[in-house]
């Protein structure tokens, strides 16, 4: 199995792969990103000749980040079952809006707030339910001949270079308020998105697949080690291959894109929230251990810290909505 990784260790982070307990670094001056840009064939490739000659440092003695530093992250909706749940939390209604079946949905986060495993994840100001999201991220990679535009599901699917767990920090009160707005969410979501513990290579899945393009691999979250939510990622209303492709329509898609398949069922907060009808179990605490694990990729852990204790709301200022600039008199 080839996991791609990036690390800190004795003083400065280091790419490369993890095999059998250790680490293997990369060159000083090649990434991860150097691999996506390369393509899958060439990253095996280097894989088998770093493994091969690259001094072992032992990954208990490394610090691990987020695998990749992401070029941008479009994050799905992938599961209806968790459509169903947190509408009925956040909106207070039943069922499934007739639009989710028609296409893909997403939005983009922020990659500039991307954690790994293991990193502490504050509160942000103003938010009193902080919530998890337990999602699959696939990475897009280079491939030979292809600009990742209006890509067919076939072309989507050799796009994409791996996969990685993704776990989409939700402030759910903040978000309740801004998708009143028919736009967002934006500071519900973009404080934390958390990747890891690194990508491995699609190739790894490849007889995993069935028929229709789907990957049964279990998806699980506990909090403080009490099972929270149990899922497979096969029952995603579309496989990745068709997600990568929605992504590219009329657009583009690029080696170090994250595309997150949104939510598995019964896999955050919210959506037990409102199967539930109360806030059962309760919103994350200061000292909370998240812990997500994903069949054939691995385990992401992070503790939650304090709250940042701000006010960052502003209210709008009430305007004339004149459609003329008024005159300001010349004083004497």
Known sequence: MVKIARWNHDGGTQSGFVDGGNCYALPASHSVQDLLDGGLEAALGAARETVGSAAPVPLAEVELLA??????????????????????????????????????????????TVTGTGEVIGIPAGCTDLDFETEVAAVVGRVPASDGRNLTAEEAHRHIFGYTILNDWSARDLQRREMKVSLGPCKGKD??????????????????????????????????????????????????????????????????DVLGSGTCGSGCLAELWGR?????????????????????IGTIENTVGTRREAVTRVAARPRPRNRVAAVASAGH
């Open 191 to 256: 404080f934390s998105n958390t990747l890891g513990p690194w990508i491995v290579t699609a190739d790894e899945f490849e007889e995993r697949h069935d028929a229709e393009g789907f990957l049964p691999i279990s998806m699980a979250v506990e909090v403080n080690g009490q099972a929270i939510g149990q899922d497979l990622l096969s029952n995603m209303g579309w496989p990745f291959a068709e997600l990568v492709a929605y992504a590219s329509q009329d657009s583009v898609v690029r080696p170090g």
């Open 276 to 296: 539930n009808g109360s806030k059962t179990p309760p919103p994350l605490q200061t000292g909370d251990v998240v812990r997500m694990t994903v069949e054939g």
């Open 67 to 112: 695998p990749l530093v992401p070029a941008s992250i479009r994050d799905f909706v992938a599961f209806e079952e968790h459509v169903e749940g947190v509408r009925k939390s956040i909106d207070g209604v039943a069922g499934v809006v007739p639009e989710w079946y028609e296409a893909p949905t997403f939005y983009f986060t922020n990659p500039h």
